[in-house]
């Protein structure tokens, strides 16, 4: 079982990512399951959103302790909650920002895991560019995919497109396309340091 | 409204011949046709307002109809009266569910028969002013603001008769209730309190509200047939006095009735859409106090010591009543 | 047709598959989602012929519903929590005049204090309303149930509750079978009432019933129940043969057969306790799970069946009876009266408290050492409330009980909200 463990704020769309990716799961012939950790709905207040992924049926209903993947949509919840919480070293962690993990004084956490599997992105940014609104989760989902490897990414912008109508779906396939390779292209320039 | 518009006053009752009128203005109630709908053999005080009220209304509404109505009845005296098990006085399909639900019930009745492609059935819901103005007052606005194809009609006895008279939203200042003694300094029911529903009713701009009394039971047919010839939500308010809880003789119903009316007290109009658009004009204006003196719930203010200061605030009600509803003629 | 959709989607879905032909609806969380898209198809006109009417209290909703079913037309509504005490008199009502009405119970919890997540004491409040109720275990299961219930309910003349665990499964994206129209209109005939308000053959329904005859009456209700239990079976066959999945039998039984501890539970938490109970029968422990899908009419004799041989039964409940204990172990107690396997209540999950693989794994260790009070709160913070019983021993005004705990657990609660 992979378990991705979403952190955001209310109006990122971190339960609609964590949607998406069960969809896209759901295409490549996997069983998945996802949920919020529900709350009222507040726009800005923390929100966490999980996904699981396996080859078998999931009967699990508990929320996701130790994640494998860990995407985090606003870093400013860094300093807000534990988002590390029960994260383990062989996990693949995905920040939305423009600056690097030292530049965001998690250089030293970070050494624990596999520096091919941990990724900041500047995910607003993108998602700023295509889609015109700051909404970091599909980007992220792009970016992910292209780390994690869990999932095709021809699936999640399936997922997208299934998810939005057509004038925003695109927008947002655009924009994970362009997270995808961005983080593809880091991941080979950090391959060939 | 289709009352007479020649005063006959050669009886000395104010009543009209039934064989004086045109024979598609006679009453439902003088044709063998009539349908009983509430039949005889009910349980029923002697001299019961509402009773008599709920007859003449369902019946108009059947002969409206061709038959094809469908009642929700609230809990209350009306119900209990009709329908001890195994017996049941009603020859309409008739549902009682709760106190507080006959608008909902009535709701889901009109949206079964849109449904169900039976449109020509019609709905009725009905209940005394305790489930009318208090505790189904939620639902009955609800129904209202959906203007949900229902005739509501309410039986205001102006107290709780059923569960041994005590106050609601619709009793009158200085009555009398087993929960507003004639005790203190202000005996009987509090003054600046209650409601009258028809005008809440009229702010929901629905289609048709009326109000009428037992003493013009005639009129009673036509405000039932009148909203029986619309759609949507309509409401109908019947003063129906109550020889229990008012403590009046029996033969006083419709007397009381009237003098309710011909004081002013209570307001006989028709409203559409949200505004009045007719009112039963009174014919022999009385004070107050030939309503309020044949009632026992009112015998605290003639005892030794009349109390003029609240028969007089009583007046100025129905003075208010007069002028707002333009019920004398100019 | 296979799909990856949220409980509640999957939910409405299904309900349109069944046909209603009027829906009330009245917002509350976490039900919400399912009256929306219901609501949605019926103004696209997928779901047709069908009255959507969005009334002003769960009252009404239930009310709309049992006019709706008198006038012989088949009604749903849903709700959860406040709303379902809040119509708690019409719940009983339309169970009382016998209405087949279909109802989602999206069970969260009760307050005071507020609270927003999900734990079973709404539909356990109304448990002996009169309703037949059903709890599904996932999100497919609850929506085969809904289909049984429609099946269930007009068979039987009487209501039907499908409850499902709040936000655990209506919020909850899962991959779900979603049946063709054609299956279900071949398993789910159209619906003929058994009493119907109708010109052509005036009824009274709803008569005042005195001391004469109200215990037959009532008698009746508990007949009904018992034929209920009778008939479930059969229809889940039914379903089972048409539909290729066991939903709808009265109990499901999962490695229980040579266990020696079982525990026995409703709704979402079954799936995690297969999980457990999975990791501990690889350890060779003799462990297993029952779940009770049919919570009324209870199943006395399935569930004596399915716990008799075994050596302790642990209930775990999503709500309790205060004051008392716990409420489905007063039924499994009966069912397994005179034998002496103890039978132990843990409460857990309430108000949206996780119930975790570590928690429920320890619990049944503690269970199979016999080590298990009679009554257990699963990872109950005793420190939080033994500090609160503190300050009212010491201080007469110690305050509202909710704020004390709240300013004692600190920032920690705020992750919530």
């Known amino acids: 079982m992979f378990q991705v463990r979403i952190h955001g704020r209310g109006g990122q769309g971190a339960v609609s990512a964590a949607e998406m990716l069960s969809v896209a799961a759901f295409l490549d012939g996997e069983h998945a399951q996802a949920f919020p950790s529900f709350g009222s709905e507040r726009n800005g207040a923390p929100v966490v959103a999980y996904c699981r992924i396996d080859e078998r049926p999931i009967r699990l209903h508990e929320p996701v302790l130790a994640p494998d993947a860990l995407i985090i949509q606003d870093p400013t919840l860094l300093h807000q909650i534990d988002v ?110 | 409204m289709s009352h007479q518009d020649i005063k006959f006053y050669q009886t000395g009752t104010f009543t009209v011949g039934n064989r004086l009128l045109d024979p598609e203005q006679r009453s439902v109630q003088s044709t063998l046709e009539r349908t009983n709908a509430l039949n005889s053999g009910h349980r029923a005080c002697p001299g019961c307002g509402e009773a008599l009220g709920a007859r003449y209304a369902m019946d108009a509404a059947m002969a409206a109809t061709d038959g094809q109505i469908v009642v929700a009845n609230a809990t209350g005296c009306l119900e209990v009266f009709s329908t001890p098990y195994p017996e049941t006085a009603w020859q309409v399909p008739w549902v009682h569910s709760l106190f507080g639900n006959a608008a909902a019930v009535g709701a889901g009745l009109a949206a079964a028969m849109r449904v169900k492609g039976k449109s020509d059935v019609r709905v009725i819901a009905q209940g005394g002013d305790g489930s009318t103005a208090d505790i189904g007052f939620g639902p009955l606005s609800g129904m209202f603001e959906r203007n949900d194809d229902v005739l509501f009609i309410c039986y205001d006895n102006q107290g709780y008769m059923n569960t041994g008279v005590q106050r609601s939203s619709a009793t009158p200042p200085a009555a009398r209730t087993a929960t507003t003694p004639a005790v203190g300094p202000h005996p009987g029911h509090q003054r600046g309190m209650g409601k009258f529903v028809p005008e809440i009713a009229m702010a929901h701009h629905i289609p048709y509200v009326a109000t009428a009394t037992v003493a013009d039971l005639r009129d009673i047919e036509a405000k039932v047939t009148a909203a029986m010839s619309l759609r949507g939500a309509r409401y109908i308010h019947i003063l129906v006095p109550c020889p229990l809880g008012w403590g009046s003789a029996s033969h006083d119903t419709v007397r009381l009735a009237r003098m309710a009316r011909e004081s002013g007290l209570f307001p006989v109009f028709e409203a559409r859409d949200g505004e009045v658009t007719d009112s039963l004009k009174i014919r022999h204006q009385v004070p107050v106090e030939a309503f309020l003196k044949p009632q026992k719930r009112f015998a605290h203010l003639f005892g030794k010591q009349r109390d003029e200061e609240a028969i007089a605030y009583l007046q100025a009600r129905a003075d208010r009543n007069i002028r707002k509803y333009h019920l004398l003629e100019a | 047709m296979l799909k990856q959709v949220e409980g509640s989607r999957a939910v409405a879905e299904t309900i349109a598959l069944c046909r209603p032909e009027v829906v009330c609806a009245y917002p509350i969380t976490p039900q919400t989602h399912i009256v929306e898209a219901v609501g949605e198809m019926v103004r696209e006109g997928t779901l047709a012929p069908c009255e959507f009417i969005n009334v002003e209290s769960e009252f009404s909703a239930l009310s709309v519903a049992i006019g709706a079913s008198a006038g012989g037309a088949r009604a749903y509504t849903a709700t959860a929590s406040q709303g379902l005490l809040f119509m708690a008199e019409a719940v009983f009502n339309a169970a009382g005049m016998g209405l087949p009405i279909v109802m989602t119970v999206a069970n969260r919890a009760i307050g005071a204090p507020i609270n927003i997540w999900n734990d079973q004491s709404d539909s356990m409040a109304l448990r002996d309303s009169g309703w037949l109720q059903l709890y599904a275990t996932s999100n497919q299961e609850a929506v085969d149930l809904h289909i049984i219930a429609f099946r ?249 009980v909710a704020e004390g705990v709240l300013k004692d657990l600190g920032v920690k609660a705020m992750q919530y909200v």
Request: net charge negative; proline share 6%.
């Open chain 3, 152 to 400: 269930l309910a007009e068979a039987v003349s009487l209501p039907v509750m499908v409850c499902m665990d709040g936000f655990v499964l209506t919020h909850a994206y899962e991959r779900v079978d979603i049946p063709e129209q054609a299956e279900v209109d071949a398993y789910l005939p159209g619906f003929e009432p058994r009493q119907l308000l109708d010109p052509a053959e005036p009824v009274t329904m709803g008569a005042m019933v005195g001391p004469e005859a109200f215990t037959e009456v009532r008698y009746l209700a508990h007949v009904r129940q018992m034929q209920a239990l009778e008939l479930l079976p059969t229809l889940a066959r039914e379903f089972e043969a048409r539909f290729g999945r066991d939903s709808g039998c009265l109990i499901q039984r999962y490695r229980s057969e040579d266990a020696d501890t079982i525990v026995v539970a409703l709704g979402s938490v079954v799936g995690t306790l297969q999980e457990v109970i999975d990791t501990l029968r690889d350890a060779g422990h003799a462990v297993g799970v029952l779940a009770i899908r049919a919570f009324r009419p209870f199943p006395l004799a399935e569930v004596h069946d399915a716990l008799v041989d075994s050596k302790r039964v642990i209930v775990l409940e999503r709500a309790f009876a205060v004051g008392q204990g716990g409420i489905v172990a007063d039924s499994v107690r009966k069912a397994l009266q005179g034998l002496p396997a103890p039978i132990h209540t843990v409460v857990a999950g309430l108000g949206g408290r996780p119930i975790t693989q570590a928690s429920l794994r320890g619990m049944i260790e503690r269970g199979m050492r016999d080590e298990l009070p009679s009554v257990t709160f699963l990872d109950l913070q005793t420190d939080v409330v033994e500090r609160a019983l503190e300050r009212e021993r010491t201080s007469r005004r110690s305050g509202p």
């Open chain 1, 84 to 193: 590390f919480a029960g994260v383990p070293d062989h996990a693949c962690i995905v920040i939305n920002s423009r600056k690097s993990f030292d530049e965001l004084g998690l250089g030293d956490y970070i050494e624990r895991f596999d520096p091919a599997r941990v990724l900041t992105i500047p995910a607003t940014e993108i998602a700023l560019k295509h889609v015109g609104r700051p909404v970091p989760n599909v980007p992220l989902l792009g970016a992910f995919v292209a780390l994690a490897g869990q999932i095709q990414l021809s699936s999640v912008l399936a997922a997208i497109r299934e998810k939005f109508p057509e004038r925003i779906a695109e927008p947002n396939v655009k924009a994970a396309q362009e997270a995808h390779d961005m983080a593809l292209e880091r991941m080979s320039a950090l391959a060939e340091h």
